[in-house]
């Protein structure tokens, strides 16, 4: 990497966590070929980010292979158009680029850190939009990351922890797309062969399939040349199918999977919240008194703090584009297991039917309003949120408006949302341990 690039990449990085975003005006639009677009110009930092997310994460696996989502996204970085890995990580090295990719249950995602300046930005947009249309598939290259694959489920099956959240998805959401696990499993990984790679690529990694969001020191004319040549060679293709709707549970139930471990590891839940749920703010703001505020939670007080039975108990929604999972969380002696969850019952049974007091609420509104400004304090940050709004369908005053919400959230509202929706004699359990 040439010496005065080198310098310029510290610089910013020195002076990007005082970054701060002041409204954003959100532009959006559609490349020709259908691609969702989002963009904020932002002239602070000599410097863009890109985040390019594709409808193809694991939740698009049902009729595949098992994990074909995952490794198709990671095989994005080993070869494109004649050029291997160690070209590829060398060619964005040389313009200060950083080029990183990841899969989930909803998504996948590209994301790319370049310098603004031309004689930067064009050759890393370029070998970007060429790891999109051209990605080599390389049979040498499938089995490394095959192996690599397969070593993970293998850690993996050692920890209890990831052994319970596996199991906690399976059973939560047994018969939908979302009981499909990012990393797969063992059958489905050595199933697979390049031609599957190429034809779920081919389905999935298509321009109207696409949301691309830019952030950075490039005007809107900039960001729609670019926005152009990243999805130019793509087929316009078409969107995914919308997710089936998550069937609710109709009683509660617990598995024990026996562990060589002194302490067990807990889940229990229940579907929860979509992106775009019109219940999202009071049951945010309501989790926190409930598990969400780390040591000032209900659920910590009473589990860690009056009775020593856990270290740390937590519980949250994870909100997704059909109900993704409300869960709680814990660790425990294997002795303690029905102490601990009984105490665990009660708390959530005496939340849903109280809500929060008036002073517990303003706690959270305090909390969650402060902590706010350092969720968007970066612009890489910034691009997260706009391939979220992009591609959730979220309004563009999102951000703009995200801490009026929670300051109007109430306690009747609260009340009411956990009413509705959180019931804990339906919940799952799944508990990994000892005996």
Same mark, same amino acid.
């Given at each position: ?7 310029? /990449? ?11 975003? #002041? ?23 000599? &410097? ?16 595949? %292979? ?5 490794? $198709? ?15 590829? #990580? ?7 680029? %950083? ?5 989930? =249950? ?11 300046? $031309? ?24 089995? @490394?990351?095959?192996? @690599?694959?397969? $070593? ?5 099956? +050692? ?6 959240? =596996? ?40 321009? #109207?399939?696409?949301?691309?969001? /830019? ?6 004319? +900039? ?7 990243? *999805? ?10 919308? /997710?089936?709707? *998550?069937? &609710? ?18 889940? &229990? ?15 945010? *703001? ?9 040591? *000032? ?48 019952? =009660? ?62 959230? $109430? ?19 799944? /508990?990994?341990?000892?005996?």
């Amino acid at each position: 990497m040439p010496q005065g690039i080198k310098s310029l /990449i510290v610089l910013c990085l020195l002076a990007a966590a005082g970054v701060a975003q #002041a409204g954003l005006p959100i532009e959006q639009w559609e490349t020709k070929k259908g691609a969702q677009v989002l963009f904020v110009e932002s002239r602070g930092l000599p &410097m863009v980010q890109f985040q390019l997310v594709f409808d193809a994460g694991s939740a698009r696996d049902v009729g595949r %292979q098992a994990g074909i989502a995952k490794l $198709t996204n990671q095989m994005l970085k080993q070869g494109a158009g004649g050029l291997d890995a160690d070209d590829i #990580a060398t060619r964005f090295g040389d313009v200060g680029a %950083q080029f990183s990719v990841d899969s989930q =249950r909803d998504m996948a995602t590209l994301s790319l850190r370049s310098l603004s300046d $031309t004689s930067a930005l064009d050759p890393a947009v370029d070998l970007l939009a060429k790891i999109l249309a051209s990605p080599s598939f390389s049979e040498k290259s499938l089995q @490394r990351e095959r192996v @690599r694959a397969l $070593t993970r489920l293998e850690l993996e099956r +050692q920890s209890p922890s990831e052994i319970a959240q =596996r199991r906690f998805y399976e059973r939560l959401f047994a018969g939908h797309p979302y009981q499909q696990y990012p990393s797969g499993d063992a059958r489905g990984l050595k199933a697979i062969g390049r031609k599957d790679l190429v034809d779920y690529h081919r389905q999935y990694y298509v321009a #109207a399939n696409a949301v691309i969001a /830019i952030i950075g020191d490039i005007s809107q004319r +900039q960001a729609k040349d670019i926005a152009e040549r990243l *999805v130019g060679g793509l087929p316009k293709g078409q969107a995914a199918p919308p /997710i089936p709707p *998550v069937p &609710m549970r109709k009683s509660a139930s617990r598995e024990y999977i026996a562990f060589p471990s002194k302490q067990s590891h807990i889940f &229990m839940g229940q579907p929860g919240i979509k992106r775009k749920d019109p219940d999202y703010f009071p049951l945010y *703001v309501g989790n926190y008194t409930l598990g969400g505020g780390g040591l *000032v939670s209900r659920l910590s007080e009473e589990v860690r703090e009056k009775k020593g039975l856990a270290y740390s108990v937590y519980s949250y929604f994870l909100p997704m584009r059909a109900l993704g999972p409300f869960t709680v969380g814990l660790q425990t002696k294997n002795s303690q297991i029905d102490k601990a969850l009984a105490i665990v019952n =009660r708390v959530i049974k005496e939340f849903v039917e109280t809500g929060p007091s008036a002073e517990e609420l303003d706690a959270a509104k305090k909390n969650l309003s402060g902590g706010f400004p350092l969720r968007i304090d970066s612009n890489q940050k910034i691009a997260e949120y706009l391939a979220l709004i992009g591609f959730y369908g979220l309004p563009l005053s999102y951000l703009d408006d995200f801490v009026a919400k929670v300051e109007a959230v $109430t306690v009747e509202q609260v009340r009411d949302a956990y009413r509705r929706r959180v019931h804990p004699e339906r919940m799952l359990t799944v /508990i990994v341990g000892g005996k």
